[in-house]
């Protein structure tokens, strides 16, 4: 199976940086779509952003401009890099990864354990 670990989160001031790293291992599975989920207290879980095999991405209104995904496919790795953070920012940021295991069809999701992401004003 596809394990997912996050890495990178932490306190940081409004206007600040923070970059978030998700390393994917395991056996016997291609790794299709990756990407970043965040939830808020009180508040469902959103996409933050989503990159392709190919290297396409997607950003959520509220991060276009400010946060940039990127993935290393030699590593299994998708990072977000996250600039000119706000207290809005604040969650737990979680990875994703669609992956289709070798021998068999279709695909299947799977999740990091969350990271914890605090921007104060």
């Known amino acids: 199976q596809v394990q997912l670990v996050e890495s990178g989160g932490g306190l940081v001031q409004a206007g600040g940086s923070l970059r978030l790293s998700c390393a994917a291992s395991?056996?016997?599975?291609?790794?299709?779509?990756m990407g970043w989920y965040r939830q808020a207290p009180g508040k469902q879980r959103e996409l933050v952003g989503s990159?392709?095999?190919?290297?396409?991405?997607n950003y959520a209104d509220p991060v276009k401009g400010r946060f940039t995904i990127s993935r290393d496919n030699a590593k299994n790795t998708v990072y977000l890099q996250m600039n000119s953070l706000k207290p809005e920012d604040t969650a737990v940021y979680y990875c994703?990864?669609?992956?289709?295991?070798?021998?068999?069809?279709?695909?299947?999701?799977?999740w990091g354990q969350g990271t914890q992401v605090t921007v104060s004003s």
């Open positions: 395991g056996s016997m599975f291609i790794i299709n779509d």
């Open positions: 994703n990864a669609r992956a289709r295991r070798v021998g068999f069809i279709g695909v299947h999701d799977y």
């Open positions: 990159i392709t095999s190919g290297g396409s991405t």
